[in-house]
């Protein structure tokens, strides 16, 4: 069992950033790889960001490439760093976990927080 509770979200000027944190409980952490998803109303959950159980390795949608870095600790957080925000970055932020993921599916994830709102004023 996995509980998530994200934290970091608000309002920000375009061109701004914010880091978004995700406080993970669980004893075997280090098995679940970690994503981050978003989702505006009337649109599905769209994938962002994922890290791999071990940390080795991130992946990042094409929208947020190069702005946005994922990273996980052994304090069990994991850190979503957002740079250079566009007002279409605004949406609700999800943290999510699945023991050894290995998709950026949302369906794939059996485990997720109750999301952060992010808003990026143009």
């Known amino acids: 069992q996995v509980q998530l509770v994200e934290s970091g979200g608000g309002l920000v000027q375009a061109g701004g950033s914010l880091r978004l944190s995700c406080a993970a409980s669980g004893r075997t952490f280090n098995t679940y790889t970690m994503g981050w998803f978003r989702q505006t109303p009337g649109k599905e959950r769209e994938f962002v960001a994922r890290i791999s159980w071990s940390g080795g390795n991130t992946y990042y949608a094409d929208s947020v490439k190069g702005r946005f870095t994922i990273s996980r600790d052994n304090a069990k957080m994991v850190y979503l760093q957002m740079n250079s925000l566009k007002p279409e970055d605004t949406a609700v932020y999800f943290c999510?976990?699945?023991?050894?993921?290995?998709?950026?599916?949302?369906?794939?994830?059996?485990?997720w927080g109750q999301g952060t709102q992010v808003t990026v004023s143009s």
């Open positions: 999510a976990a699945e023991r050894y993921g290995t998709t950026s599916r949302p369906g794939d994830y059996r485990y």
